[in-house]
Structures are given as C-alpha cells and as structure tokens.
C-alpha cells in the first residue's frame, strides 16, 4: 500500500512501486486532467507538481511521491478561479486543448519563482512543454495576464 497525499486528500493504494504516478492519478484515483502525451517526459502534457515542483508524471514511479505532496490541475481551485486558469479562459488560449493541463501546471511553478516572468523568462520556463496546436503566442499572453491578476490579489 502506497499513500500519497493530493489535492489536499489522502489516499491509499494499492498498486505497483514502479507504475507510473499518471496512470495512478488516471486510473486509481480517477482524476483524468493529467494527459498522457509520450510517456518519455518529452511533451510536459503530464505535468503535475510534487511537493511544489513541476514533475512529468509518466516517467515518475509512483513510489517517488509516497507520502508527498502533488498537485494536479483538479487541485489548483474548485471553480477554474486561479489565475491562471482565469487568463487561460479570458485569453482563449486552447485550441484542441490536449497539452493545457500540463501548460498550466508548468506555468503555475514559473509564476511561483518569478512574479513578473518577461517573454524570454515564459519562453525559457515553457520550452519543455509542446502544443501541437501551436498557441505559445496565446499561452505567453495568458502568463502575462496571470501574473497582472496574481498582482492584483495581493494588492487587495
């Protein structure tokens, strides 16, 4: 039995130290807005947080995040309030929307470290994650607005 702690959520299972953490979030624990896109950690569409950094699930053993804290995208708010997921909205960044998940995951750590990202920073912080549709201009934008709304928040 393996405990792991997410979304604020405790849950035991039973499953093998080897399998991969998305096809427990997936297939154990039902919460299906981590993507599978590669499976070699080479696409970002998996990206979840552990313990508060931005970690590709389908390569990661699920035994790495026993007892650890993880975070999927059902995890950043209850109603699509985070900021993030605000600018995403507002931006109308998606397109066919398989790889946004893991985008938002991966931007949420970069706006953690660096409150007020410039294009390179977005750029530098994003490159590990690929949109087949090609909406990087629109996903940038989105960061953008994130961070003026995370600012705004903290004015209040």
Known sequence: MITLQVNGRKYDVDVDPSTPLLWVLRDTLGLTGTKYGCGMAQCGACTVHLEGEAVRSCVTPVSRAAGKKITTIEGLSANLSHPLQR??????????????????????????????????????????????????????????????????????
């Open 87 to 156: 600018a995403w909205i507002e931006i109308d960044v998606p397109q066919c929307g398989y790889c946004q998940s893991g985008q938002i995951m991966a931007a949420a750590v970069l706006l953690r470290e660096n409150a007020r990202p410039t294009d390179t920073d977005i750029d530098d912080a994003m490159a590990g994650n690929i949109c087949r549709c090609g909406t990087y201009p629109r996903i940038r934008r989105a960061i953008h607005r994130a961070a003026e709304l995370l600012a705004e928040r903290g004015r209040r």
